[in-house]
């Protein structure tokens, strides 16, 4: 398992690219299952979560396509032959976002076998919202073996109204209904920039929906739908974590190639804290020469200040003068990274849904276990600013949603380095046959 070596101490300075968006390329990735012709998607990221869908979609039937060349990060997605609707356990345990093939398998074959996600280190993570909506657009679920089966001959259209916001909820069953018999109202819905990325893709493919961006969306089905070429919107959430890290360090940074429109809560928060930010076009510079004071988060859904950046959040306040109180109201167990940041000397109290940070403290070196994969981008964001050397073990997880984040760091200052695990030397003497 790979590890990162960083040694804390430099600013970052200079200009790191953002990536395309995982948590919009996925449910993009699963779209083209909606029809028999090619889908194309620019700006695909170059993480694991990507191949996991890759290799689920292949596993089905599908023709896809996936290059990151120097010009493009592309993958081209053909659907025509599917001969099995199915995602099987070993591939959701992996990322439970595979459960994002349900409404489109639904939707295109008229039926669906996908395993139960599980729970992850960050919460029990059901999907009965999924099921209910997809039950009211005349789907039959039935649930056995850890597996999910739904059936209907064409789904139709019909009125969802979603006991709590749910972002994959919202793309599961927008991916259904699009090719629904009638029209669909879908309301309580997720506004996170990432479902309208998706619903501007589904139009492209010829899907008539309206209320794009905000809590509504009414879908009036369609027979079938063609084939489109989209671009992926920049991860906010690595834009995120790039702008907590040039404000710790003390650096001075141009984030490219991000949407700032996207990051309206964190550069708030981040305004309060003393962090000076200035945005322009597709650009947005973080100069974090103030010394950081204290401020309380929330998480909510978009546009509240993200779950996905809760724990980055956290490293910051470490380094802020005064007490932060962050309350995660999404997810039950997201304080996995508190005690890693304690053991580098941090001042975090956990309450139920609250964390208590105290700074500003000086982090000391260590050898940390990343979780999940937003606490590890917290871990790695806590040992640029610790005294010495920190190795951070199980960097697969950050593998999944950060591309080359090591590369990137490299590039404008920070001191990290990956270790591979080393291989076992060769048998010095060959085995006789
Ligand atoms: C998406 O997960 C993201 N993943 C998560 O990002 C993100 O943290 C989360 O939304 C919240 O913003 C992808 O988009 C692939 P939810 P999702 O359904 O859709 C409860 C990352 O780091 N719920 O919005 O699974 C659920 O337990 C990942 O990139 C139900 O009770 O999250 C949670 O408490 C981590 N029943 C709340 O809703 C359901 O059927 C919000 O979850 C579905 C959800």
Redesign the pocket.
């Known amino acids: 398992m790979d590890k990162f070596v960083i040694r804390g101490g430099n600013p970052l300075v200079g200009t790191v690219r953002i990536s395309g968006a995982?948590?919009s390329a996925?449910?993009c990735m699963a779209a083209a299952l909606l029809t028999d012709e090619t889908v194309t998607l620019e700006n695909i990221p170059d993480v694991r979560?990507i191949e996991t869908e890759r290799k689920l979609l292949v596993a089905m039937g599908a023709e896809v396509e996936l290059g990151y060349g120097r010009a493009h990060h592309r993958t081209t997605i053909n659907c025509r032959k599917l001969d099995r609707a199915e995602a099987t356990y070993d591939l959701v345990k992996t990322m439970?976002?595979s459960t994002?093939v349900l409404g489109p398998l639904v939707a295109r074959t008229g039926a669906a076998r996908v395993s139960l996600p599980g729970g992850c280190a960050?919460?029990?993570?059901?999907?009965?919202?999924?099921?209910?909506g997809l039950e009211k657009l005349g789907a039959v679920v039935t649930q056995e073996h850890g597996y999910i089966e739904a059936k209907a001959d064409r789904l139709k259209g019909g009125h969802i109204l979603f006991?709590?916001?749910?972002?994959?909820?919202t793309?599961d069953l927008l991916m259904a209904a699009v090719l629904g018999d009638g029209e669909t109202v879908m309301e309580n819905c997720?506004r996170?920039p990432?479902v309208a990325d998706l619903a501007n893709l589904l139009i492209k493919m010829g899907a008539k929906i309206e209320g794009v961006g905000t809590s509504t969306l009414k879908i009036h089905g369609v027979a079938k739908l063609h084939g489109a070429k989209h671009r992926i919107i920049p991860d906010r959430?690595e834009a995120g974590t790039f702008l907590i890290a040039a404000a710790m360090t003390g650096g001075d940074l141009i984030i490219s190639g991000c949407d700032p429109q996207h990051l309206g809560a964190l550069v708030q928060k981040l305004n309060e804290c003393g962090v000076k930010v200035k945005q322009n076009g597709d650009s947005i510079r973080v100069m974090g020469d103030n010394p950081l004071t204290a401020a309380d988060v929330s998480t909510e859904?978009?546009p509240g200040f993200?779950?996905?950046m809760q724990a980055q959040f956290m490293a910051l306040a470490t380094q802020a003068d005064g007490t932060s109180v962050i309350t995660e109201n999404?997810?039950?167990n997201r304080f996995m990274h508190a005690q890693e940041m304690v053991r580098m000397g941090a001042n975090i109290k956990i309450e139920g849904r609250r964390a208590i940070v105290r700074g500003k403290t000086q982090l000391s070196a260590a050898a940390v276990l990343a979780s999940?994969?937003?606490a590890s981008a917290s871990l790695v964001l806590a040992a640029l600013v610790a005294d010495g050397e920190t190795i951070i073990d199980r960097v697969y997880h950050i593998d999944r949603?950060y591309e080359r984040i090591e590369e990137k760091l490299r590039g404008v200052g920070a001191q990290i380095r990956r270790i591979g695990e080393m291989l076992p030397r060769k048998a010095q003497t060959a085995q006789p046959a």
Do not use: C, M, Q, S
């Open positions: 995982k948590n996925l449910p979560d439970r976002a994002l960050i919460g029990a993570r059901p999907i009965d919202l999924h099921i209910k006991d709590k916001i749910t972002v994959t909820g793309e997720a996170e990432e959430i859904e978009y993200p779950t996905d999404i997810f039950e999940d994969l937003r949603g």
